[in-house]
């Protein structure tokens, strides 16, 4: 396994050096306004050499926020986006442009769209098997990146659910909480902030042992971590046992079932 082709988002800005020594030296950092779900970290205080996140669904506002930021952003390595808006805001820069949306990265021809037309490369969708990350990886156009290890994020909207549930409930209003469902075993973690509610399976998916397989044909190896240590990660990637295999070995219930 190549710890240089890990691509990890931080946390705290001490995880840097600690990841350091273990040999991962490729960093993705939320940004205040334009990032959600993960910590985010003032943009002046991210490395040169670093990938920034921008997974909002942006307003004319934050569009314009983000044309304000331009040129500051352009000492970065390269920027992992959703909106559309970012790709066309930023195309005209050196920076790495990767798309992210979880739920459409699940075929080459849409991957291949983006790579032809500017994208340096697009990070495949963990929610499809592994026969179908074969097939996106064997026929991409370029090296792509492949989601390993996270939470996987179910579901992200503007609005502020909690507090509302909160105000409607006559409960004190909390940023984070666990929901326990009714008919299963199956628990979400869900956040807040002023831009939305993001919610994720509480569990963590683990698709390390995909590492070997594809280390020619990948660009990074994409961790997402959301409350682990720098520990937890090191003995994860040292083949300890944790999480599970999300969707690799079942399909995916959000594909149309006409395709299958």
């Not at 082709?5 to 306004?33: C, D, H, M, R, W």
């Not at 290890?149 to 502020?160: A, E, P």
Request: net charge negative.
């Amino acid at each position: 396994m190549q710890m240089s082709k890990i691509l990890i988002n931080i946390n705290e800005l001490s995880e840097v050096e600690q990841y350091e020594k273990i040999g991962i030296t490729n960093f993705l950092f939320a940004i205040p306004k334009l990032s959600i779900g993960y910590k985010e970290i003032p943009i002046t205080d991210i490395p040169d050499s670093s990938y920034i996140l921008i997974n909002r669904v942006l307003s004319s506002e934050d569009v314009d926020y983000l044309k304000s930021i331009k040129s500051e952003l352009t000492r970065f390595k390269g920027v992992i986006y959703e909106d559309i808006a970012v790709f066309n805001i930023l195309s005209d820069t050196s920076l790495e442009l990767i798309w992210f949306q979880n739920h459409f990265t699940t075929n080459y021809e849409s991957i291949n769209y983006w790579l032809d037309n500017g994208c340096s490369s697009a990070i495949i969708s963990n929610e499809i098997t592994e026969s179908e990350i074969d097939e996106i990886i064997n026929k991409s156009h370029k090296k792509l990146i492949l989601n390993v290890l996270g939470k996987n994020q179910i579901m992200y909207s503007r609005r502020t659910l909690l507090s509302n549930y909160n105000k409607h409930a006559g409960i004190d209003n909390v940023n984070d909480c666990v929901i326990d469902t009714i008919n299963n075993d199956t628990t979400f973690f869900v956040h807040e902030s002023e831009y939305g509610t993001v919610i994720f399976n509480n569990t963590y998916f683990n698709y390390t042992s995909l590492m070997e397989k594809y280390d020619s044909k990948i660009m990074y190896y994409l961790i997402l971590n959301l409350d682990l240590s720098v520990d937890e990660i090191k003995n994860i990637l040292e083949g300890g046992k944790f999480g599970d295999d999300g969707f690799l070995n079942k399909k995916t219930v959000y594909k149309m079932a006409e395709y299958e």
